[in-house]
């Protein structure tokens, strides 16, 4: 799309002739109608609104615009070319509207200035791309409020973006689209102090600074709507989440041969996790929010789980992780506060080492052989096994482990074990 972008603007230059300085937007709707395509350069005052309908183009090249009026499209298209744009009016909430389908709004190497008079751009509909740019001092919503059809945002720079809402600079509600390489420093937010996403737009290699609140700089909201569907999502190749506060409202399916992997993020668990592909967890925080029963992963004969240095909160509501003939590894992760079924249950042949297990009532462990090494159980409670219940004939070892406070039936103990397996 950026290499169209630059395509058009070496176009327009050789076809449009300058519309120069022009004090009075009326006059540039007028000639809008009459040659469809306009190029403004130089300084400009746009004092007034005007609209872009189907069949109309302004470009805006190695320009420095005053905008005291608004630029609305409906399916007209807006290219914006190193040129400055500052608002200089609160007359509308945002510089830039996108009402109607076909519209296209893209923009390269500017800077945009809202100068705390309101948003940038609000496109309900169209495309969008802005690659190159920053966009400073916004404020009444995010920066850019997107959800029409397509949107890409590449390589800018956005700073002081406040929102009362969600979202300061970015808040992207519904279409496809990438976000990548950009910057994001002191904006500020209800939820998401530089992005709120609530569709399914992948967002990769993103940087924030002073954003603030400081543990959400970027909310990822999963749920039906926009373009997930009422199945929820279902991930069938290879997915890769990360550097993200996810809220997961909807399911999410992992099917076979696919794989996601979740990093250095903080989930909060509405539905479950149902995985029959591989799944990849690291440096993750994950919490129960309104599931009341059941796990907050199911894995049924996945392929293979790795999880490593997460926690996992079941806040007395949940289980965590249900491996029904999977073979999982965890490495150095938290379980805690587990209710209604174990922290993980029924795993085949796994491994589990340096982790702790605190509060888990109705068990920290239960598995089919394996290796349970150098972990610590607290405060575990289940009428058998409470720490650890292994089974079956696949060989099994339990090494280096620590109890505390772990309680189970008098007539148990908190390790139930077969005759295949050891405790060292």
């Known amino acids: 799309m950026i290499q169209d972008v630059l395509t058009r603007f070496e176009q327009y230059n050789k076809e449009m002739s300058p519309l120069g300085d022009a004090m009075d937007g009326t006059k540039l709707q007028a000639q809008l109608q009459q040659y469809k395509r306009i190029r403004i350069t130089g300084n400009y005052i746009l004092p007034t609104d005007i609209v872009l309908y189907e069949g109309m183009t302004l470009l805006i090249d190695q320009a420095v615009v005053s905008m005291a009026g608004n630029i609305a499209l409906r399916g007209g298209e807006l290219h914006i070319s190193n040129s400055r744009l500052v608002r200089t009016s609160n007359s509308h909430r945002a510089g830039i509207n996108v009402h109607q389908c076909g519209s296209r709004v893209l923009i390269e190497n500017s800077v945009i200035d809202c100068a705390y008079y309101g948003m940038f751009l609000r496109a309900e509909d169209g495309v969008v791309s802005v690659a190159d740019s920053t966009i400073v001092r916004t404020t009444k919503g995010a920066a850019i409020r997107f959800w029409g059809e397509r949107i890409h945002v590449i390589r800018c720079h956005f700073r002081d973006c406040y929102s009362a809402e969600f979202g300061g600079a970015l808040m992207l509600r519904g279409g496809q689209g990438v976000v990548c390489d950009n910057v994001f420093e002191q904006c500020e937010a209800e939820r998401g102090a530089a992005i709120y996403l609530s569709c399914d737009i992948d967002v990769t290699h993103c940087t924030y600074h002073e954003c603030v609140p400081k543990d959400m700089p970027f909310v990822r909201h999963w749920r039906v709507g926009g373009c997930i569907d009422k199945k929820g999502i279902r991930v069938q190749k290879e997915r890769k989440i990360s550097q993200c506060t996810a809220i997961l409202d909807c399911s999410l399916e992992v099917a076979t041969g696919a794989k996601l992997t979740i990093s250095d993020s903080v989930i909060y668990m509405n539905q479950p996790i149902v995985c029959y592909g591989s799944l990849e967890m690291h440096n993750v925080k994950m919490i129960c929010g309104q599931c009341e029963q059941g ?85 575990c409670r289940d009428t058998r096994g409470a720490a650890v219940w292994m089974y079956g004939a696949t060989a099994g070892l339990i090494q280096d482990c620590q109890f505390e406070r772990c309680v189970s039936d008098p007539r148990s103990d908190v390790i139930e074990k077969g005759l295949a397996h050891r405790v060292m």
């Open 295 to 379: 796990d907050l992963i199911r894995l049924d004969h996945a392929a293979f789980a790795v999880l490593q240095h997460c926690l996992f909160d079941g806040r007395n509501r949940v289980g965590i992780l249900r491996a029904t003939g999977t073979r999982v590894k965890i490495a150095q992760c938290f379980f805690a506060n587990t209710k209604g079924g174990r922290a993980v249950y029924n795993a085949y042949a796994s491994e589990i080492l340096d982790s702790t297990f605190s509060y888990c009532q109705g068990g920290a462990l239960y598995m089919q052989g394996g290796k349970v090494i150098r972990c610590k159980f607290v405060g």
